[in-house]
């Protein structure tokens, strides 16, 4: 069990140091998280669930979403008691395996639209070069890695919602999840 956890939050810092160093940023270091705003991580939570679910809406798929929720991370080199990031890993796999065919291309042409900017696209590194999406909306403070799961007995689509640097709010403690 404990090693199931730690490749877990190995998996979950990896997805976060990946997506968190692309142009959603308010510095010129890119190293560094742009500000989210300040929040309890319970309200960011909730928002994290709003931009997975127009994501969500934006696949355009009948299908289902697994039903994960979103977890709270510390944001590099910052006080862990007073800042914090908002995570939220999802699938998604379809009614019907080959009504994922085209989902990433549709992807890459609507999230623009609806205020993401695409700064990844392409097949992975991986044996059977999935192809893989990675997008920031620089108004929410989100990104999104998706990746698209084509082979393999059931089609799916991993993604991996991942907020700005929240700042607790004066007098608030920062509850972990």
Avoid at 17 to 25: I, K, N, P, V
Avoid at 117 to 133: A, D, F, I, W
Wanted: overall charge neutral; charged content about 25%.
């Amino acid at each position: 069990m404990k090693t199931r956890l730690g490749a877990q939050a190995l998996l979950v810092s990896l997805a976060l140091a990946s997506l968190t160093g692309c142009s959603m940023t308010d510095s010129t270091d890119s190293d560094d998280l742009p500000s989210a705003g300040t929040s309890t991580s319970l309200s960011a939570a909730d928002q994290a669930e709003k931009v997975s679910s127009e994501i969500y809406d934006l696949i355009g798929v009948k299908g289902k979403a697994s039903n994960t929720g979103p977890g709270v991370s510390e944001c590099s080199g910052k006080d862990p008691d007073k800042y914090f990031q908002i995570f939220h890993p999802w699938s998604f796999t379809p009614e019907s395996p080959d009504k994922l065919a085209g989902v990433m291309e549709r992807l890459k042409e609507e999230l623009p639209k609806h205020g993401w900017k695409v700064v990844e696209y392409g097949p992975n590194t991986s044996k059977n070069k999935s192809m893989q999406l990675t997008a920031d909306n620089d108004k929410k403070k989100y990104s999104v890695k998706i990746t698209h799961f084509a082979k393999g007995k059931a089609p799916s689509l991993n993604l991996m919602v991942v907020s700005g640097c929240y700042q607790v709010p004066n007098g608030e403690k920062l509850d972990r999840f």
